[in-house]
């Protein structure tokens, strides 16, 4: 379960977003991570709203530019990997992430691997 957004610090910028198209898939390898909060204005809204962010650092093999962690927004997919991270950073954990569909209605499946 993840903290109430109010118990969270914002990120400091620069921010990297995750984003995938529907099908594509990444291999993320983290070396660490933090939970914080980023301010958004969604399209046609008229005010920001903030929301909780996952900042995980990669191993430079999986992203070779700079900064080197993704900044995932999708709660859904913070939710499943927070869980597992929390429990097992130190495990050396290879994730195999893979997004099916588009908008709000997008879906992650977490495909987990313990050795690198």
Same mark, same amino acid.
């Given at each position: 379960?993840?903290p109430?957004? *109010?118990k969270l610090e914002p990120l400091?910028g620069?921010y990297?977003?995750l984003?995938?198209?529907?099908g594509q ?5 983290p070396?660490?991570f933090?939970?914080g909060?980023?301010s958004?204005k ?5 005010? *920001?709203k903030t929301?909780?962010?996952l ?5 430079r093999?999986?992203? *070779?530019?700079s900064?080197?962690y993704?900044? =995932?927004?999708s709660q859904?997919? =913070?939710?499943?990997?927070?869980a597992?991270? *929390?429990?097992?950073?130190?495990a050396?954990t290879?994730y ?8 709000p209605?997008a879906?992650?499946t977490t495909t ?5």
């Amino acid at each position: 379960m993840l903290p109430d957004v *109010s118990k969270l610090e914002p990120l400091p910028g620069p921010y990297d977003i995750l984003e995938l198209q529907s099908g594509q898939s990444i291999t993320l390898k983290p070396t660490g991570f933090v939970l914080g909060t980023m301010s958004i204005k969604p399209k046609g809204a008229t005010e *920001s709203k903030t929301i909780i962010v996952l900042r995980l650092t990669v191993d430079r093999a999986d992203k *070779s530019t700079s900064p080197p962690y993704w900044d =995932i927004t999708s709660q859904l997919l =913070i939710a499943d990997l927070h869980a597992h991270l *929390s429990a097992s950073l130190g495990a050396k954990t290879v994730y195999q992430v893979r997004k099916q569909g588009t908008g709000p209605q997008a879906r992650f499946t977490t495909t987990i691997n313990a050795t690198r």
